[in-house]
């Protein structure tokens, strides 16, 4: 199986369609990058309906990203670092 390819945009905090992303966002100090995921189907050719929301903290070397439901968090050393971590079920 191939690992579905995606495009981060990054967006203002409060773009955040994510309840759990926008309480972490209040709640977080220092710099923070929020993100709109488009993630592509396995082939590669079409964009999915649903677009994921993603939240970088530098600081703490942590990214969480909701697609549909709560967020996920994961160890990251960047955000694709983490959206490849993500997508892979890898959170260690």
């Given at each position: 199986m191939t690992m579905p390819q995606w495009r981060m945009d990054e967006i203002e905090i409060d773009g955040l369609t994510s309840t759990d992303l926008q309480h972490e966002a209040a709640?977080?100090?220092?710099?923070?990058?929020?993100y709109r995921v488009t993630i592509w189907d396995e082939e590669g050719i079409e964009p999915l309906t649903e677009t994921a929301d993603a939240l970088w903290v530098p600081d703490t070397g942590r990214m969480g990203i909701a697609w549909g439901a709560d967020a996920e968090w994961v160890d990251a050393l960047d955000p694709e670092d983490g959206m490849r971590r993500w997508m892979v079920g890898d959170d260690d």
């Open positions: 709640l977080a100090d220092g710099v923070l990058h929020a």
